[in-house]
């Protein structure tokens, strides 16, 4: 499952208690345990130390925007009343897992896929000895997930209807095309069954739908790529494979920075969910505008020493002005080179 921070137990009884307890010491030993914090939560009046005073589904609507995953320990029908109020999409949604408290059966409940609560569950299965329960329809019938693939590599999916397309097309027997840009690296050496590969110069066969592994924008305003297919067959994921180097004035606004941004982003035919990470000297690291830039567009933040800078192959630029201010000939250039 994708690499998260905190997962929280959720127990309703105490056998689901002892149940949650278990799982996160096994959790603890465990090295696929891709969680760096692993909590338990309690809602349960035979427990009255430990229990939560606010109704459950008041709580979870709390860990529901924390968390990279949540499972419970509890009937299935609780757990859903519990997520209902605060489902959004697949895309943003946590991992939801339920397993009953007898320890028998692990449920994957919401974003099986891309987020991670088909292996989560799978995971948690084996640490308990239970039976994990899948049931969306590609994993039933071992077909290619366009999310699953997108989750494993790093990769932006774009059109989330379109998305659903391609799933359809694979489970009706049906290929689907497949291309990547330049410098696109994947993981595995064949193509999933269903998928057929095509060129970008529209050689090879051409099936109803394609999918494109490509950070750049659409080659033109037409709505069609140069091949000729129509921008609405084409399922394009992006790689997050760019990061930003950034200078600002000091004092600017987040939204002089974003502007610069997606200038800066739309000039070089780059997508703005290609962006990967920012970076800057460290003195901008408490920068207000530059930090709200990156919370809003949810990239981590990275600073670097004038030393550090100083030390970087590769750059082109330099600044007389900008050396004198800050002690390194170039701030940009040299950061986004730094973390990349």
Known sequence: ???????????????????A????????????????????????????????????TECVGEWFGRADALVFFCA????????????????????????DEAGRFSVSLLSGHHGGANRLAEEIADLLGAQAVITTATDREGKFAVDVFAQKNGLVVTDWELAKRVSVELLEGRSVGFCTGPAVRISGDRLPDGLVLETEDGGGRKESLQILISNR?????????????????????????????IGCRKGADVQSIEQAVTKALCQAGVLPQAAAGVASIDRKAQEPGLAAFCEAWGLPFQNYTVEELRLVQGSESSSRFVEQVTGVDNVCERSALAVS
């Open 76 to 99: 299935v029908g609780i757990a859903v009343r519990s997520i209902a109020p605060y489902l959004g999409h697949k895309s943003r949604d946590p991992a939801v897992v339920a397993v």
């Open 21 to 56: 307890c278990r799982l996160r010491e096994e959790l603890r030993r465990d090295p696929r345990n891709a969680f760096r914090q692993v909590e338990c939560k309690v809602k349960c009046r035979r427990l009255p130390g430990l229990s939560e005073e606010r109704p459950l």
């Open 1 to 19: 499952m994708k690499q998260g921070e905190t997962i929280f137990l959720i127990a309703c009884s105490v056998k689901g208690y002892e149940l």
């Open 217 to 245: 924008a659409p080659e033109d305003g037409s709505g069609r790529r140069p091949e000729g297919r129509p921008r609405e067959r084409i399922l394009q994921l992006v790689p997050a494979n760019i990061y930003l180097g």
